[in-house]
Nanobody, 125 residues
């Protein structure tokens, strides 16, 4: 059974940084495309970033480009999201997701097979 467990969320001031992690188990991590999505209260879930199986390709939502960095460590079965220059509008629950198939659109949430429970990130102004 594939499990994804996020960690590292918390409260940070605007302009600050935070790194969140997603540890996986029950799968061959290197065969998975990994993504991060977020959902703020009253809003729909939105794409944040994604990374290909070997880490050679990364994708970002326009509003996160240049501020967020997705990476993975296949030896540790873990994907990371480094978030810099955080803004209050980045406040949300951040979920990692895993796709076992080749995705035509990494930004679409319905392509992912497995999801974590999420970690709360709160950015104060």
């Amino acid at each position: 059974q594939v499990q994804l467990v996020e960690s590292g969320g918390g409260l940070v001031q605007a302009g600050g940084s935070l790194r969140i992690s997603c540890a996986t188990s029950g799968c061959t991590f290197s065969s998975l495309t990994m993504g991060w999505f977020r959902q703020a209260p009253g809003k729909e879930r939105e794409f944040v970033a994604a990374i290909t199986r070997r880490g050679s390709g990364t994708y970002y939502a326009d509003s996160m480009k240049g501020r967020f960095t997705i990476s993975r460590d296949n030896a540790k079965n873990t994907v990371y999201l480094q978030m810099n220059s955080l803004k209050p509008e980045d406040t949300a629950v951040y979920h990692c997701a895993a796709a076992s198939r080749t995705l035509l659109n990494v930004r679409a949430s319905d392509g992912y097979d497995y999801w974590g429970q999420g970690t709360q990130v709160t950015v104060s102004s």
